[in-house]
């Protein structure tokens, strides 16, 4: 194995690591609003605490 390979694995593994964590990090800053807009799907009336200005996302139906 020449040095060539081993920095190109190298570069390669820490980029993929950094995508990862930029990802995680992306999903777990959006978590609070994925909640909210999960449970406004699941009810008719809802006012979610975490929403922007506290919306009320009642104005979609409840398909169950």
Do not use: I
Not at 29 to 50: D, G, K, M, Y
């Amino acid at each position: 194995m020449s040095w060539n390979v081993l920095t190109a694995f190298t570069l390669g593994l820490s980029g993929f690591l950094a995508l990862l964590v930029m990802l995680g990090t992306s999903l777990l800053r959006q978590l609070p609003e994925l909640v909210c807009a999960w449970r406004s799907l699941r009810t008719t009336t809802h006012t979610c605490p975490r929403c922007p200005d506290g919306q009320d996302s009642g104005t979609r139906s409840s398909s169950s």
